[in-house]
């Protein structure tokens, strides 16, 4: 079965600095998916970024990108110039055959301070 | 706002009680997903509907049950309800639910209280 590890449960960051969580998985699987989700206090689902494993290129949304190294399993998520906005609860999420659900982990809850 | 609808935002109920949680994918999605987040177990992928049929199933409860209707909408019915069962429980769509680039969205949840 895959497991997905977030080793940090807490993290705080200042305004406008960068913050980085990490996320590691264990699979047997070459061809997968890997997802940051973000959710704030109004407890929805917010996709952040995804990540093919096909793909060497580092994923990058506006001030969100991740760090993703397959041979090691890891898949970091990098945050720059934190807002209060940002607050809230990251998952990372693996996507694998058969029915293409989501394994997540268990969350770390980002402190964004002024 | 992801498109994806759940109703109701809350429900409170007894132990033994029966309860119906409805979902409504986007406009085009064909999959329907049911997850169970608690803080107990975190977030954990309940069954997977695919056009109407079962395609895969999680962590699944044999008192709950599931399905799709032909219009893409989907029920998730949790019967003889225990305390353990409150939980926040989300419907995620997407296009096809296969292999390829294939997002899932979430709605809102459906916040279950049972006392």
């Known amino acids: 079965a895959q497991t997905v590890t977030q080793s940090q449960p807490e993290m705080s960051v200042q305004e406008a600095e960068t913050v980085t969580l990490s996320c590691t998985y264990d699979t ?9 989700y973000k959710q704030p206090p109004s407890r929805q689902m917010i996709l952040v970024i995804r990540q093919e494993a096909y793909k060497q290129q580092n994923a990058t949304e506006n001030r969100f990108s991740v760090n993703f190294q397959k041979a090691a399993k890891s898949f970091s998520l990098k945050i720059s110039d934190s807002q209060l906005g940002d607050a809230a609860m990251y998952f990372c999420a693996y996507r694998s055959p058969p029915g293409y659900a989501l394994n997540f982990g268990k969350g770390t809850s980002l402190l964004v301070t002024p | 706002d992801s498109g994806v609808t759940q109703t109701p935002k809350h429900l409170i109920t007894a132990t033994g009680q029966r309860v119906t949680l409805r979902c409504s994918p ?3 999605d064909l999959s329907v997903y049911w997850y169970q987040q608690s803080l107990d177990q975190g977030l954990q992928f309940l069954i997977q509907y695919y056009n109407g049929e079962e395609r895969a199933k999680g962590n699944i409860l044999e008192r709950f049950s599931a399905q799709q209707f032909p219009d893409l909408h989907s029920e998730l019915n949790l019967s003889s309800l225990e305390l353990g069962d409150s939980a926040l429980y989300f419907c995620a769509s997407s296009v096809a639910g296969g292999p390829n680039t294939d997002t899932q969205y979430f709605g809102p949840g459906t916040r279950l209280t049972v006392l």
């Open chain 2, 26 to 28: 986007r406009s085009g």
């Open chain 1, 28 to 36: 047997s699987e070459s061809d997968y998916y890997l997802f940051w």
